[in-house]
Protein backbone atom coordinates (compact mmCIF):
# COMPACT_ATOMS: atom_id res chain seq x y z
CA UNK A 1 0.00 0.00 0.00
CA UNK A 2 0.94 3.32 -0.88
CA UNK A 3 0.30 6.20 1.42
CA UNK A 4 -1.78 8.86 1.35
CA UNK A 5 -0.10 11.65 2.36
CA UNK A 6 1.00 14.07 -0.19
CA UNK A 7 3.26 16.58 0.65
CA UNK A 8 4.51 19.51 -1.14
CA UNK A 9 6.52 22.57 -0.07
CA UNK A 10 5.22 26.00 -2.26
CA UNK A 11 8.40 27.92 -3.90
CA UNK A 12 9.25 31.36 -2.30
CA UNK A 13 12.22 32.09 -4.47
CA UNK A 14 12.22 35.78 -3.20
CA UNK A 15 12.61 34.39 0.80
CA UNK A 16 15.61 31.99 -0.33
CA UNK A 17 13.35 28.75 0.61
CA UNK A 18 13.96 25.55 -1.44
CA UNK A 19 10.90 24.50 -3.33
CA UNK A 20 10.60 20.31 -2.68
CA UNK A 21 7.94 18.62 -3.92
CA UNK A 22 6.93 15.14 -2.50
CA UNK A 23 3.86 13.59 -3.75
CA UNK A 24 3.12 9.42 -3.27
CA UNK A 25 -0.01 7.62 -4.58
CA UNK A 26 -2.89 8.02 -3.67
CA UNK A 27 -3.98 4.50 -1.11
CA UNK A 28 -6.91 2.31 -2.28
CA UNK A 29 -9.19 1.47 0.33
CA UNK A 30 -9.96 -2.12 0.93
CA UNK A 31 -13.44 -1.64 -0.60
CA UNK A 32 -11.37 0.42 -3.62
CA UNK A 33 -9.14 -2.99 -3.94
CA UNK A 34 -12.11 -5.27 -3.85
CA UNK A 35 -13.29 -3.64 -6.41
CA UNK A 36 -11.19 -3.65 -8.72
CA UNK A 37 -11.25 -7.02 -11.56
CA UNK A 38 -7.93 -8.27 -12.62
CA UNK A 39 -7.72 -10.21 -15.96
CA UNK A 40 -9.05 -9.49 -19.43
CA UNK A 41 -8.15 -8.12 -22.34
CA UNK A 42 -8.79 -4.25 -23.44
CA UNK A 43 -9.43 -3.96 -27.48
CA UNK A 44 -8.59 -0.53 -29.32
CA UNK A 45 -7.84 0.76 -32.29
CA UNK A 46 -4.52 2.86 -33.05
CA UNK A 47 -4.98 4.73 -36.31
CA UNK A 48 -2.91 4.97 -38.34
CA UNK A 49 -0.80 2.78 -37.95
CA UNK A 50 2.71 3.96 -36.64
CA UNK A 51 5.92 3.96 -37.60
CA UNK A 52 7.84 2.76 -34.67
CA UNK A 53 7.00 2.53 -31.03
CA UNK A 54 10.54 3.45 -29.79
CA UNK A 55 8.68 6.55 -28.24
CA UNK A 56 12.72 8.74 -27.70
CA UNK A 57 12.82 8.29 -31.55
CA UNK A 58 8.82 9.39 -32.55
CA UNK A 59 6.27 10.93 -31.17
CA UNK A 60 3.45 10.56 -33.48
CA UNK A 61 0.29 10.44 -32.25
CA UNK A 62 -0.34 6.42 -32.85
CA UNK A 63 3.35 6.00 -31.20
CA UNK A 64 2.63 8.06 -27.90
CA UNK A 65 -0.93 5.94 -27.77
CA UNK A 66 0.59 2.33 -27.24
CA UNK A 67 4.58 3.16 -26.38
CA UNK A 68 2.76 5.09 -23.40
CA UNK A 69 2.02 1.73 -21.79
CA UNK A 70 5.77 0.32 -21.98
CA UNK A 71 7.61 3.58 -21.10
CA UNK A 72 7.56 5.93 -18.98
CA UNK A 73 8.56 9.21 -17.68
CA UNK A 74 10.12 10.10 -13.93
CA UNK A 75 6.62 11.93 -13.20
CA UNK A 76 3.01 11.73 -14.17
CA UNK A 77 0.50 14.77 -14.23
CA UNK A 78 -2.83 15.18 -12.65
CA UNK A 79 -5.80 16.41 -14.70
CA UNK A 80 -5.62 20.14 -12.77
CA UNK A 81 -1.61 20.10 -14.38
CA UNK A 82 -0.13 19.36 -10.57
CA UNK A 83 2.73 16.89 -10.77
CA UNK A 84 2.60 12.99 -9.28
CA UNK A 85 5.45 10.35 -8.91
CA UNK A 86 5.95 8.45 -12.00
CA UNK A 87 9.86 6.68 -11.87
CA UNK A 88 10.60 9.47 -9.55
CA UNK A 89 9.07 9.07 -5.83
CA UNK A 90 10.64 12.18 -4.98
CA UNK A 91 12.03 15.47 -6.39
CA UNK A 92 13.39 19.07 -5.11
CA UNK A 93 14.00 22.55 -6.45
CA UNK A 94 16.72 24.95 -5.34
CA UNK A 95 15.83 28.49 -3.59
CA UNK A 96 17.48 29.99 -7.31
CA UNK A 97 15.67 27.30 -9.43
CA UNK A 98 18.98 25.66 -11.14
CA UNK A 99 19.09 22.45 -9.43
CA UNK A 100 16.41 19.64 -9.89
CA UNK A 101 17.49 16.51 -7.67
CA UNK A 102 15.11 13.56 -8.27
CA UNK A 103 14.67 10.61 -5.83
CA UNK A 104 13.66 7.55 -7.80
CA UNK A 105 11.37 4.27 -7.20
CA UNK A 106 13.12 1.27 -5.56
CA UNK A 107 12.62 -2.43 -7.48
CA UNK A 108 11.85 -0.88 -10.97
CA UNK A 109 13.02 -3.14 -13.72
CA UNK A 110 13.58 -3.01 -17.20
CA UNK A 111 11.16 -5.55 -19.17
CA UNK A 112 14.33 -7.60 -20.17
CA UNK A 113 14.65 -8.02 -15.75
CA UNK A 114 17.65 -5.67 -15.92
CA UNK A 115 17.39 -2.97 -13.01
CA UNK A 116 16.04 0.82 -13.58
CA UNK A 117 18.33 3.43 -12.05
CA UNK A 118 20.36 6.67 -11.97
CA UNK A 119 22.15 5.75 -14.98
CA UNK A 120 19.46 5.14 -17.10
CA UNK A 121 17.77 8.54 -16.20
CA UNK A 122 21.39 10.29 -16.90
CA UNK A 123 21.75 8.36 -20.10
CA UNK A 124 18.32 8.88 -21.29
CA UNK A 125 18.37 12.97 -20.76
CA UNK A 126 22.35 13.56 -21.15
CA UNK A 127 22.79 11.55 -23.96
CA UNK A 128 19.55 9.77 -25.69
CA UNK A 129 16.92 12.71 -25.58
CA UNK A 130 19.78 15.54 -25.76
CA UNK A 131 20.76 13.28 -28.78
CA UNK A 132 17.55 12.52 -30.64
CA UNK A 133 14.38 14.03 -29.33
CA UNK A 134 12.70 16.90 -31.54
CA UNK A 135 11.17 18.97 -28.65
CA UNK A 136 13.18 17.45 -25.35
CA UNK A 137 16.60 18.56 -26.89
CA UNK A 138 16.13 22.16 -27.96
CA UNK A 139 15.51 22.11 -24.18
CA UNK A 140 18.34 20.06 -22.80
CA UNK A 141 20.63 21.82 -25.11
CA UNK A 142 19.43 25.23 -23.97
CA UNK A 143 19.47 24.64 -20.23
CA UNK A 144 20.65 21.66 -19.02
CA UNK A 145 24.12 21.91 -17.95
CA UNK A 146 24.92 18.62 -16.30
CA UNK A 147 23.52 15.38 -15.50
CA UNK A 148 24.89 13.29 -12.90
CA UNK A 149 23.68 10.50 -10.21
CA UNK A 150 24.43 11.19 -7.02
CA UNK A 151 24.01 7.12 -6.08
CA UNK A 152 22.21 4.31 -7.65
CA UNK A 153 18.66 5.96 -6.53
CA UNK A 154 18.82 9.86 -7.10
CA UNK A 155 19.91 12.04 -9.98
CA UNK A 156 21.06 15.91 -9.81
CA UNK A 157 20.25 17.98 -12.84
CA UNK A 158 21.67 21.04 -12.81
CA UNK A 159 20.68 23.94 -14.88
CA UNK A 160 22.58 26.83 -16.74
CA UNK A 161 20.02 29.29 -15.71
CA UNK A 162 16.13 28.98 -14.20
CA UNK A 163 13.94 27.66 -16.49
CA UNK A 164 10.70 27.65 -15.22
CA UNK A 165 8.47 25.12 -16.91
CA UNK A 166 11.12 22.35 -16.34
CA UNK A 167 9.03 19.88 -14.32
CA UNK A 168 6.22 19.74 -17.38
CA UNK A 169 8.99 18.29 -19.66
CA UNK A 170 8.79 15.50 -17.49
CA UNK A 171 5.83 13.38 -19.41
CA UNK A 172 6.27 10.40 -21.19
CA UNK A 173 6.54 11.39 -24.72
CA UNK A 174 8.32 14.17 -23.83
CA UNK A 175 11.15 12.57 -21.30
CA UNK A 176 10.87 8.95 -21.75
CA UNK A 177 13.42 7.06 -19.71
CA UNK A 178 15.71 4.64 -22.05
CA UNK A 179 17.50 1.43 -21.18
CA UNK A 180 21.11 2.30 -20.98
CA UNK A 181 22.52 -1.46 -21.53
CA UNK A 182 20.86 -1.73 -24.47
CA UNK A 183 21.35 1.88 -26.35
CA UNK A 184 24.66 3.22 -24.89
CA UNK A 185 27.45 2.62 -27.18
CA UNK A 186 24.88 2.25 -30.66
CA UNK A 187 23.70 4.19 -33.20
CA UNK A 188 20.71 5.02 -31.57
CA UNK A 189 18.52 5.35 -34.45
CA UNK A 190 19.29 1.97 -35.97
CA UNK A 191 19.55 -0.21 -32.87
CA UNK A 192 17.36 -3.52 -33.39
CA UNK A 193 15.56 -3.02 -29.87
CA UNK A 194 13.71 -0.50 -31.70
CA UNK A 195 11.53 -3.15 -33.17
CA UNK A 196 11.21 -4.63 -30.00
CA UNK A 197 10.88 -1.91 -27.95
CA UNK A 198 11.94 -2.44 -23.97
CA UNK A 199 10.48 0.36 -20.67
CA UNK A 200 9.19 0.22 -17.82
CA UNK A 201 5.85 0.10 -18.08
CA UNK A 202 3.26 -2.15 -17.30
CA UNK A 203 2.65 -3.63 -20.52
CA UNK A 204 5.54 -5.20 -22.11
CA UNK A 205 5.37 -5.34 -26.32
CA UNK A 206 4.87 -8.92 -27.10
CA UNK A 207 4.03 -8.49 -31.03
CA UNK A 208 3.26 -6.28 -33.97
CA UNK A 209 1.48 -8.19 -37.00
CA UNK A 210 1.62 -5.18 -39.59
CA UNK A 211 -1.84 -4.08 -40.75
CA UNK A 212 -3.42 -6.25 -38.45
CA UNK A 213 -2.66 -5.00 -34.34
CA UNK A 214 0.09 -4.63 -32.18
CA UNK A 215 -0.25 -6.69 -28.82
CA UNK A 216 0.49 -5.63 -25.33
CA UNK A 217 0.62 -8.00 -22.50
CA UNK A 218 1.27 -7.30 -18.26
CA UNK A 219 4.11 -6.83 -16.73
CA UNK A 220 4.15 -9.50 -13.63
CA UNK A 221 7.12 -7.51 -12.41
CA UNK A 222 5.92 -4.01 -12.63
CA UNK A 223 6.71 -1.51 -9.57
CA UNK A 224 3.87 -0.94 -8.59
CA UNK A 225 2.52 -3.90 -6.42
CA UNK A 226 -1.04 -5.53 -7.91
CA UNK A 227 -0.86 -3.81 -11.03
CA UNK A 228 -1.55 -3.45 -13.57
CA UNK A 229 -5.07 -5.23 -13.61
CA UNK A 230 -5.33 -5.94 -17.74
CA UNK A 231 -3.84 -9.23 -18.91
CA UNK A 232 -3.06 -7.87 -22.39
CA UNK A 233 -4.17 -4.43 -24.72
CA UNK A 234 -4.84 -5.33 -28.12
CA UNK A 235 -4.31 -2.05 -30.56
CA UNK A 236 -7.05 -3.52 -34.16
CA UNK A 237 -5.50 -1.73 -37.13
CA UNK A 238 -8.75 -0.74 -39.16
CA UNK A 239 -7.76 1.37 -42.25
CA UNK A 240 -11.54 2.45 -43.44
CA UNK A 241 -13.05 4.71 -41.00
CA UNK A 242 -16.62 3.03 -41.20
CA UNK A 243 -15.45 -0.02 -40.51
CA UNK A 244 -13.60 1.50 -36.96
CA UNK A 245 -17.38 3.03 -35.87
CA UNK A 246 -19.09 -0.52 -36.69
CA UNK A 247 -16.46 -2.12 -34.86
CA UNK A 248 -17.49 0.26 -31.32
CA UNK A 249 -20.90 -0.56 -32.34
CA UNK A 250 -20.69 -4.27 -32.23
CA UNK A 251 -18.09 -4.11 -29.16
CA UNK A 252 -15.49 -5.54 -31.15
CA UNK A 253 -13.03 -2.79 -29.43
CA UNK A 254 -14.06 -1.01 -25.86
CA UNK A 255 -11.87 2.00 -26.39
CA UNK A 256 -11.93 4.80 -29.82
CA UNK A 257 -11.00 8.56 -29.30
CA UNK A 258 -9.65 11.15 -31.80
CA UNK A 259 -8.02 9.64 -34.78
CA UNK A 260 -10.51 6.59 -34.76
CA UNK A 261 -13.80 7.86 -35.98
CA UNK A 262 -14.76 10.59 -38.02
CA UNK A 263 -16.27 13.16 -36.36
CA UNK A 264 -19.77 12.99 -38.26
CA UNK A 265 -19.88 9.41 -36.21
CA UNK A 266 -19.72 11.02 -33.04
CA UNK A 267 -23.02 11.78 -32.24
CA UNK A 268 -23.94 8.71 -33.22
CA UNK A 269 -21.41 6.23 -31.65
CA UNK A 270 -22.54 8.60 -28.11
CA UNK A 271 -25.88 7.07 -28.66
CA UNK A 272 -24.45 3.24 -28.16
CA UNK A 273 -25.97 1.54 -25.37
CA UNK A 274 -23.58 1.76 -22.44
CA UNK A 275 -21.03 4.29 -24.35
CA UNK A 276 -19.56 6.84 -22.15
CA UNK A 277 -18.24 9.74 -23.41
CA UNK A 278 -15.70 12.56 -22.20
CA UNK A 279 -13.27 15.33 -23.33
CA UNK A 280 -10.90 15.01 -20.60
CA UNK A 281 -7.51 13.73 -20.60
CA UNK A 282 -5.64 16.04 -23.15
CA UNK A 283 -5.04 18.84 -20.52
CA UNK A 284 -1.42 18.72 -21.18
CA UNK A 285 -1.27 18.35 -24.80
CA UNK A 286 -4.02 21.22 -25.60
CA UNK A 287 -3.68 20.47 -29.29
CA UNK A 288 -3.79 23.08 -32.18
CA UNK A 289 -4.17 22.20 -35.59
CA UNK A 290 -2.71 24.94 -38.43
CA UNK A 291 -1.66 24.79 -42.21
CA UNK A 292 1.88 24.58 -42.31
CA UNK A 293 3.40 26.14 -45.35
CA UNK A 294 7.16 25.74 -46.57
CA UNK A 295 9.15 28.92 -46.55
CA UNK A 296 11.95 27.47 -48.52
CA UNK A 297 9.19 27.02 -51.80
CA UNK A 298 7.28 29.45 -53.73
CA UNK A 299 4.80 31.11 -53.91
CA UNK A 300 4.77 30.33 -50.16
CA UNK A 301 8.20 31.90 -49.29
CA UNK A 302 6.11 35.97 -49.92
CA UNK A 303 4.43 36.74 -46.65
CA UNK A 304 1.29 38.30 -48.58
CA UNK A 305 0.35 34.82 -50.30
CA UNK A 306 0.78 33.04 -47.08
CA UNK A 307 -1.86 35.89 -45.59
CA UNK A 308 -4.36 35.41 -48.58
CA UNK A 309 -4.32 31.86 -47.92
CA UNK A 310 -5.79 32.67 -43.77
CA UNK A 311 -7.93 34.61 -45.58
CA UNK A 312 -9.06 32.14 -48.25
CA UNK A 313 -9.81 28.98 -45.76
CA UNK A 314 -13.30 29.80 -43.70
CA UNK A 315 -12.01 28.37 -40.79
CA UNK A 316 -15.71 28.33 -38.85
CA UNK A 317 -16.80 26.04 -41.74
CA UNK A 318 -13.86 24.34 -40.76
CA UNK A 319 -14.55 23.63 -37.32
CA UNK A 320 -18.67 23.22 -37.89
CA UNK A 321 -18.95 21.20 -40.51
CA UNK A 322 -15.51 19.13 -41.45
CA UNK A 323 -15.06 18.27 -37.60
CA UNK A 324 -18.46 19.07 -36.72
CA UNK A 325 -18.30 21.29 -34.03
CA UNK A 326 -15.15 19.49 -31.97
CA UNK A 327 -12.97 22.52 -32.05
CA UNK A 328 -12.68 26.21 -31.68
CA UNK A 329 -11.09 29.18 -34.19
CA UNK A 330 -7.23 29.43 -33.18
CA UNK A 331 -6.33 33.19 -33.05
CA UNK A 332 -2.76 32.34 -32.99
CA UNK A 333 0.48 29.52 -31.94
CA UNK A 334 -0.70 29.61 -28.41
CA UNK A 335 -3.92 27.75 -26.89
CA UNK A 336 -5.96 30.01 -25.32
CA UNK A 337 -6.08 27.08 -22.45
CA UNK A 338 -1.90 27.48 -22.27
CA UNK A 339 -0.71 29.99 -19.75
CA UNK A 340 0.38 33.31 -21.50
CA UNK A 341 -2.44 33.05 -24.74
CA UNK A 342 -3.01 36.41 -26.27
CA UNK A 343 -6.02 36.80 -28.31
CA UNK A 344 -5.14 40.67 -29.27
CA UNK A 345 -3.45 39.74 -32.49
CA UNK A 346 -3.62 40.18 -36.38
CA UNK A 347 -7.11 38.76 -37.37
CA UNK A 348 -7.24 36.75 -40.57
CA UNK A 349 -11.03 36.83 -41.78
CA UNK A 350 -12.90 34.98 -44.08
CA UNK A 351 -12.68 37.24 -47.03
CA UNK A 352 -11.99 35.61 -50.77
CA UNK A 353 -11.66 39.15 -52.18
CA UNK A 354 -9.72 40.45 -50.06
CA UNK A 355 -7.17 37.64 -50.47
CA UNK A 356 -7.30 37.93 -54.27
CA UNK A 357 -6.26 41.36 -53.37
CA UNK A 358 -3.17 40.15 -51.52
CA UNK A 359 -1.97 37.64 -53.83
CA UNK A 360 -2.05 40.29 -56.49
CA UNK A 361 0.07 42.65 -53.83
CA UNK A 362 2.43 40.33 -53.95
CA UNK A 363 3.00 39.77 -57.58
CA UNK A 364 3.39 36.16 -57.78
CA UNK A 365 1.55 34.68 -60.28
CA UNK A 366 0.07 31.89 -58.97
CA UNK A 367 -0.59 29.89 -62.49
CA UNK A 368 3.15 29.65 -62.92
CA UNK A 369 3.88 27.79 -59.27
CA UNK A 370 1.68 24.77 -58.91
CA UNK A 371 1.11 23.50 -55.56
CA UNK A 372 1.03 20.11 -53.61
CA UNK A 373 -1.05 19.80 -50.50
CA UNK A 374 0.67 16.62 -48.88
CA UNK A 375 -2.11 14.64 -47.19
CA UNK A 376 -2.17 14.23 -43.45
CA UNK A 377 -3.06 10.67 -42.59
CA UNK A 378 -4.98 10.80 -39.14
CA UNK A 379 -8.62 9.99 -41.10
CA UNK A 380 -11.34 11.28 -42.94
CA UNK A 381 -11.69 14.43 -41.36
CA UNK A 382 -8.42 15.69 -42.21
CA UNK A 383 -8.79 14.20 -46.06
CA UNK A 384 -11.70 16.65 -46.24
CA UNK A 385 -10.11 19.47 -44.86
CA UNK A 386 -7.41 18.74 -47.88
CA UNK A 387 -10.12 18.89 -50.32
CA UNK A 388 -11.65 22.09 -48.86
CA UNK A 389 -8.08 23.85 -48.72
CA UNK A 390 -7.89 22.68 -52.43
CA UNK A 391 -10.71 24.62 -53.59
CA UNK A 392 -10.29 26.90 -51.20
CA UNK A 393 -6.71 27.33 -53.47
CA UNK A 394 -7.94 27.28 -56.39
CA UNK A 395 -10.33 30.25 -55.92
CA UNK A 396 -7.18 32.49 -55.32
CA UNK A 397 -6.07 31.04 -58.79
CA UNK A 398 -3.50 28.19 -57.18
CA UNK A 399 -2.64 24.96 -59.44
CA UNK A 400 -3.59 22.27 -56.89
CA UNK A 401 -3.02 18.97 -56.47
CA UNK A 402 -3.36 15.98 -53.37
CA UNK A 403 -0.44 13.54 -52.86
CA UNK A 404 -1.13 10.90 -50.50
CA UNK A 405 0.57 9.74 -47.96
CA UNK A 406 0.76 6.72 -44.81
CA UNK A 407 2.03 8.11 -41.18
CA UNK A 408 5.51 7.21 -42.12
CA UNK A 409 5.88 8.87 -45.33
CA UNK A 410 4.55 12.30 -44.03
CA UNK A 411 6.49 12.16 -41.22
CA UNK A 412 9.87 11.24 -43.98
CA UNK A 413 8.82 13.99 -46.27
CA UNK A 414 7.79 16.59 -43.61
CA UNK A 415 10.89 15.80 -41.79
CA UNK A 416 13.34 16.17 -44.89
CA UNK A 417 11.29 19.53 -46.20
CA UNK A 418 9.94 17.80 -49.01
CA UNK A 419 6.40 19.45 -49.14
CA UNK A 420 4.76 22.49 -50.39
CA UNK A 421 1.85 22.78 -47.83
CA UNK A 422 0.69 20.24 -45.24
CA UNK A 423 -1.33 19.90 -42.37
CA UNK A 424 -0.44 18.80 -38.20
CA UNK A 425 -1.09 19.82 -34.54
CA UNK A 426 1.00 20.88 -31.94
CA UNK A 427 0.68 19.76 -28.23
CA UNK A 428 1.72 22.59 -25.80
CA UNK A 429 2.44 20.90 -22.86
CA UNK A 430 1.28 23.74 -20.40
CA UNK A 431 4.12 26.37 -21.20
CA UNK A 432 5.00 27.98 -25.04
CA UNK A 433 8.46 27.29 -24.12
CA UNK A 434 7.81 23.05 -24.38
CA UNK A 435 5.32 23.05 -26.90
CA UNK A 436 5.78 25.85 -28.84
CA UNK A 437 8.82 27.79 -29.07
CA UNK A 438 10.21 24.24 -30.96
CA UNK A 439 8.12 24.98 -33.66
CA UNK A 440 9.62 28.57 -34.65
CA UNK A 441 13.14 29.22 -33.46
CA UNK A 442 15.82 29.03 -36.35
CA UNK A 443 18.28 26.62 -34.89
CA UNK A 444 15.71 23.60 -34.33
CA UNK A 445 15.55 24.33 -38.69
CA UNK A 446 16.81 20.59 -38.02
CA UNK A 447 16.17 17.41 -40.37
CA UNK A 448 14.99 14.13 -38.72
CA UNK A 449 12.25 15.44 -36.90
CA UNK A 450 8.15 16.03 -38.33
CA UNK A 451 7.51 18.29 -35.15
CA UNK A 452 10.29 21.02 -35.64
CA UNK A 453 10.65 23.97 -37.32
CA UNK A 454 9.88 22.34 -40.55
CA UNK A 455 8.33 25.21 -42.36
CA UNK A 456 11.96 27.18 -42.20
CA UNK A 457 10.20 30.27 -40.39
CA UNK A 458 13.39 32.49 -39.81
CA UNK A 459 13.09 35.48 -37.10
CA UNK A 460 16.74 36.34 -35.02
CA UNK A 461 14.44 38.94 -32.97
CA UNK A 462 12.16 36.45 -32.51
CA UNK A 463 14.09 33.37 -31.18
CA UNK A 464 16.22 36.10 -28.79
CA UNK A 465 12.73 36.89 -27.69
CA UNK A 466 11.67 33.08 -27.22
CA UNK A 467 15.20 32.96 -25.01
CA UNK A 468 14.49 35.02 -22.92
CA UNK A 469 11.00 34.43 -22.32
CA UNK A 470 11.90 30.87 -21.60
CA UNK A 471 14.56 31.54 -18.96
CA UNK A 472 12.46 34.40 -17.09
CA UNK A 473 11.15 33.71 -13.64
CA UNK A 474 8.63 36.86 -13.76
CA UNK A 475 5.10 35.86 -15.20
CA UNK A 476 4.97 39.11 -16.33
CA UNK A 477 7.60 39.49 -18.36
CA UNK A 478 6.95 36.39 -19.73
CA UNK A 479 3.51 37.13 -20.47
CA UNK A 480 5.02 40.42 -21.90
CA UNK A 481 7.42 38.73 -24.67
CA UNK A 482 4.78 35.87 -25.69
CA UNK A 483 1.96 38.34 -26.29
CA UNK A 484 4.77 40.21 -28.49
CA UNK A 485 6.03 36.98 -30.21
CA UNK A 486 2.03 35.80 -31.11
CA UNK A 487 1.65 39.32 -32.80
CA UNK A 488 4.75 38.34 -34.85
CA UNK A 489 4.36 34.96 -35.72
CA UNK A 490 0.42 35.89 -36.87
CA UNK A 491 1.38 38.75 -38.59
CA UNK A 492 3.86 36.79 -40.82
CA UNK A 493 1.78 33.37 -41.08
CA UNK A 494 4.39 31.67 -39.49
CA UNK A 495 2.32 28.83 -39.52
CA UNK A 496 -2.04 28.79 -40.71
CA UNK A 497 -3.94 28.72 -37.58
CA UNK A 498 -7.02 27.03 -38.02
CA UNK A 499 -8.58 25.65 -34.52
CA UNK A 500 -7.88 24.36 -30.97
CA UNK A 501 -8.83 20.67 -31.11
CA UNK A 502 -11.43 19.19 -28.92
CA UNK A 503 -10.38 15.01 -28.72
CA UNK A 504 -13.40 12.61 -28.42
CA UNK A 505 -12.91 9.64 -26.58
CA UNK A 506 -15.59 7.01 -26.46
CA UNK A 507 -15.71 3.87 -24.27
CA UNK A 508 -17.70 0.90 -22.94
CA UNK A 509 -19.05 1.58 -19.80
CA UNK A 510 -17.62 -1.69 -18.18
CA UNK A 511 -14.00 -0.11 -18.51
CA UNK A 512 -12.69 2.10 -15.36
CA UNK A 513 -10.19 4.49 -14.69
CA UNK A 514 -9.72 4.93 -18.19
CA UNK A 515 -9.00 8.63 -18.30
CA UNK A 516 -6.76 9.05 -14.68
CA UNK A 517 -4.01 11.99 -16.14
CA UNK A 518 -3.43 15.27 -17.93
CA UNK A 519 -2.15 12.80 -20.87
CA UNK A 520 -5.61 10.63 -20.96
CA UNK A 521 -5.30 7.57 -23.33
CA UNK A 522 -1.28 7.99 -23.97
CA UNK A 523 -1.16 6.81 -20.27
CA UNK A 524 0.37 3.99 -19.00
CA UNK A 525 -3.27 2.23 -18.25
CA UNK A 526 -2.16 0.81 -15.41
CA UNK A 527 -5.08 1.22 -13.40
CA UNK A 528 -7.39 0.38 -15.63
CA UNK A 529 -9.65 -2.74 -15.38
CA UNK A 530 -12.77 -4.44 -17.06
CA UNK A 531 -15.93 -5.79 -15.40
CA UNK A 532 -16.71 -9.71 -15.66
Known amino acids: MFPTSIERAAPRAAKG ?3 TLMLAFGALTAA ?32 QLVAGKIYESLLTWSPD ?47 FLRSEHPRARVMINQFV ?8 SKVEIRLKEPFAPFLKAFVSDNMPMVPKHIYEGTDFKSNPANQTPVGTGPFKFKEWK ?4 ILLTRNADYWQAGKPYLDEIVFHVIPDAASRAVAFERGDVQVVSANDIDSVDVARLKKVPGAQFTTQGWEMFSKLAYVQM ?45 PFYDGNVPAYPFDIKKARALVKESGVDLAKTPVKILSYPYGSAWDRLGEYTRQSLEQLGFKVEIESADAGTWAKRVSDFDFDLTFSYTSQYG ?11 TRNIVKGSAFVNNQGYRNAEMDTLWDQAASSTSAEERQKLYSTIQKQLVHDVANGYLFEMEIPTLYNGKVHNLIQSAIGLNDTFADVYIDK
Do not use: C
Not at 41 to 63: A, C, D, F, H
Not at 118 to 123: L, M, P, Q, S, W
Open 210 to 213: KGSH
Open 145 to 152: ESVKALSP
Open 81 to 127: MQPRPGLAKAWNVSADGKVYTFELQSGVKWHDGKPFGADDVVFSVDK
Open 431 to 441: DPALGVSRLYL
Open 32 to 63: GVQAQTRGGTLRTIVQPEPPMLMLGLNQQSPT
Open 17 to 19: LAL
Open 294 to 338: NYARPPFDNVKVRQAVMMAINRKFVVDNIFFGMGKIATGPVSSTT
